[in-house]
């Protein structure tokens, strides 16, 4: 009994660990959205050439403008649409976005889809 409590005791304060450390990881992913569905979105760097994959949660809405003041729905983020994905790497080195910026500047160039 002992030593399944302290077993228990030390698994809950891992986990403790282990979900505070994303929080400090976080990174920024800048690119061209190539597929956005309602479990993940795609999005491709021109610069390095180079697409990465996010999962998201249903009813995300962790959407904003490049400046951050104002908000958007999931709508608005559609393929030809240049963003920045703040995001972090936990849960066996899956990424998962935290935050979708909008951007303007350079989508422009590229076009709407």
């Known amino acids: 009994m002992l030593k399944t409590r302290s077993f228990l005791l030390a698994l809950v304060?891992?986990?403790v660990?282990?979900?505070t450390v994303p929080a400090l990881a976080a990174h920024t992913f800048y690119g061209i959205v190539r597929h956005v569905s309602m479990n993940n979105i795609k999005v491709y760097d021109p610069a390095?050439?180079?697409t990465l994959a996010f999962t998201i949660v249903p009813k995300f809405n962790q959407i904003f403008s490049g400046d951050g003041k104002e908000t958007y729905q999931m709508t608005a983020v559609k393929p030809g649409r240049y963003v920045g994905i703040l995001y972090d790497q936990h849960l066996l080195?899956?990424?998962h976005a935290n935050r979708i910026y909008l951007l303007n500047g350079a989508n422009d160039r590229i076009g709407k889809q």
Do not use: E, F, T, W
């Open 13 to 15: 304060a891992a986990l």
């Open 17 to 19: 660990l282990i979900s």
């Open 48 to 50: 390095s050439k180079q």
């Open 93 to 95: 080195g899956i990424r």
